[in-house]
């Protein structure tokens, strides 16, 4: 069975910085590209970015919000993903997710921005 | 990249059938075999229904369809249940290397 857990959530201020980790198990980590995905107390679901499997590049991308504040790592011996994310501002409140090919979720770390 | 667009409510009685569209573009919906659509219970992660247009993944009821036809992509619940009270979301991968969206819409069972 495919397990993605999430952790590293919590209260940060304005301008903080926060690690989120998702540690998968139940598949080959290695072969899959990862995204994390987002969603605000009370609103929809929104695409953040992605590594690709490490045999492709490791490439990242990202969605125009967080582009320049927010890296995405893997490891592949340890089966982690990790969202580094910096400058944080109080749109970036929210549960994250991670997710393999958008196909297999975690259940979220809440993430909560504020002074 | 805009967002996909579904209508934000639904609503259907038991045993009736329901269709939620998720219109895009010839850059996402229409351009890839790559439609997913999620259910998501208040307080719960989303878990996917159907993935790349019409797949149904292992131990998801057949109660649960899907379509697409150029740039909007359709999910059908026949049989409603009041279990299939929720918000849905559709999304979709895009020309420009990213996901997209849809707002979500909400589905009361009457």
């Known amino acids: 069975e495919v397990q993605l857990v999430e952790s590293g959530g919590g209260l940060v201020k304005p301008g903080g910085s926060l690690r989120l980790s998702c540690a998968a198990s139940?598949?080959?980590?290695?072969?899959?590209?990862m995204n994390w995905v987002r969603q605000a107390p009370g609103k929809g679901l929104e695409w953040v970015g992605r590594i690709k499997r490490t045999s492709a590049g490791g490439t990242t991308h990202f969605a125009t919000p967080v582009k320049g504040r927010f890296t995405i790592s893997r490891d592949d011996s340890s089966d982690t993903l990790y969202l580094q994310m910096n400058s944080l501002r109080t749109e970036d409140t929210a549960i994250y997710y991670c997710t393999t090919d958008m196909l297999f979720w975690g259940q979220g770390t809440l993430v909560t921005v504020s002074s | 990249q805009s967002a996909l667009t579904q209508p934000a409510s639904v609503s259907g009685s038991p045993g009736q059938s329901i269709t939620i569209s998720c219109t895009g573009t010839?850059?996402?919906?229409?351009?890839?075999?790559?439609v997913s659509w999620s259910q998501q219970h208040p307080g719960k992660a989303p878990k996917v229904i159907i993935y790349e247009d019409t797949k149904r993944p292992s131990g998801v009821s057949d109660r649960f369809s899907a379509s697409k036809s150029g740039n909007t992509a359709s999910l059908t619940i026949s049989g409603l249940q009041p279990e299939d009270e929720a918000d849905y979301y559709c999304y979709s991968y895009t020309s420009s290397d990213t996901w997209v969206f849809g707002g979500g819409t909400k589905l009361t069972v009457l």
């Open positions: 010839s850059s996402d919906v229409g351009g890839y075999n790559s």
């Open positions: 139940g598949l080959k980590f290695s072969d899959f590209y």
